[in-house]
């Protein structure tokens, strides 16, 4: 039987795959805008228009355009941390009891801001949301892949300051070519070497090569995956290798990483075994929830109540959690 929006609503979630950029409500954008001395379209609609992309976008650098328009607004401790405390509160809406938001503090800097500032920023927004919400969340750091390779290793020895805290993981994302994990082979042996959790956008707009490759690299997540349609051959191997996918359904249509719902993969890889996810990817720029994404889901597939428990469980078994929030949350998982 189809689970019901209602049921969705109460079922406890875990969200992997959530960029802090795409992510921030209008409400917050208005603030931040003001904070930053930005002046935005009065309408709600009108600036709906600037930080939503199309439902029919024509491609993923197409989707990626909303980003420029908030991210002049992002450049300051104070907004950081504000972006990541306002997608804890909608988290909270969510009833997502644990949450992994990702962000390139690379792309913060442009008004003086060093690295380790930035990220900061962000762990103390978390922070803040931890204490108000009922949600526990961690920081994932992402590489650009459009940056250089040495840029893209200052990320990584971000993970070696140790006044750092909320820090998770590392990812590789933005536009996606063939390639890119032999690309940036030195970074990901960085990675490997300091036994930093790893989940890799792949398979996005590229190949299932490219997913492959980022497994052999040591990525234990996929971000978003959707090329493995084209190798169900491999299956198999990452039910064995416990390789979680982190799928975002409005997110992957809108990227035109698939054409049909008969070409995504989601219902067949879970079928299979294979520990698939759900996820929002960016909230405002795909305008939704992860309500929303669970209840496009039921639709398209007719998912029970156990199955989304069960999705919940491959997102809890493959989270870079701390022990002691694995222990917290065991029970509801
Ligand atoms: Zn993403």
Redesign the pocket.
């Known amino acids: 039987m189809r689970t019901s929006r209602a049921t969705i609503e109460k079922l406890p979630k875990i969200e992997l795959?959530c960029?802090l950029d795409g992510s921030i409500s209008m409400q917050t954008i208005r603030q931040l805008a003001q904070q930053a001395g930005i002046e935005l379209p009065v309408s709600d609609e009108d600036l709906r228009l600037k930080i939503t992309a199309p439902q029919n976008a024509e491609s993923l650098m197409d989707y990626l355009t909303p980003f420029d328009f908030v991210l002049p607004m992002l450049q300051t401790e104070t907004s950081l941390e504000l972006a990541a405390y306002d997608i804890l509160e909608q988290a909270q809406k969510d009833n997502i009891r644990y949450m992994e938001i990702r962000f390139a503090p690379t792309l913060h800097t442009a008004a003086g801001l060093t690295l380790s500032q930035v990220v900061a920023a962000v762990t103390r927004g978390l922070a803040a949301g931890e204490r108000d919400f009922q949600v526990k969340a961690n920081a994932l750091l992402c590489g650009m892949r459009h940056e250089s390779v040495d840029s893209v290793l200052t990320v990584v020895d971000l993970f070696a300051d140790g006044g750092l805290t909320h820090l998770a993981g590392f990812d590789l994302?933005g536009v996606e070519v063939d390639g890119f994990p032999e690309h940036f082979a030195s970074v990901l042996e960085k990675v490997k070497l300091n036994q930093i959790p790893l989940t890799l956008?792949a398979g996005e707009c590229g190949c299932a090569q490219n997913v492959l490759g980022a497994i052999k690299a040591g990525a234990s997540r996929i971000?978003?995956g959707v090329a493995l349609k084209d190798v169900p051959g491999n299956w198999e191997a990452l039910v064995a290798d416990k390789i979680a996918i982190e799928m975002?359904p409005t997110?992957n249509f809108q990227t035109k990483a698939v054409d049909t719902l008969a070409n995504y993969p989601f219902k067949k890889l879970l079928d299979a075994g294979v520990r698939v996810t759900i996820n929002t990817?960016?909230r405002t720029v795909s305008g939704t929830t992860l309500n929303d994404e669970y209840e496009k889901i039921a639709g398209w597939y007719d998912l029970s109540e156990a199955e989304f428990r069960q999705i919940g469980r491959h997102a809890f078994e493959a989270s870079f959690m701390s022990p002691e929030q694995r222990d917290a949350l065991i029970s509801e998982f």
């Open positions: 795959h960029h994302a956008h971000g978003h975002a997110s990817d960016n």
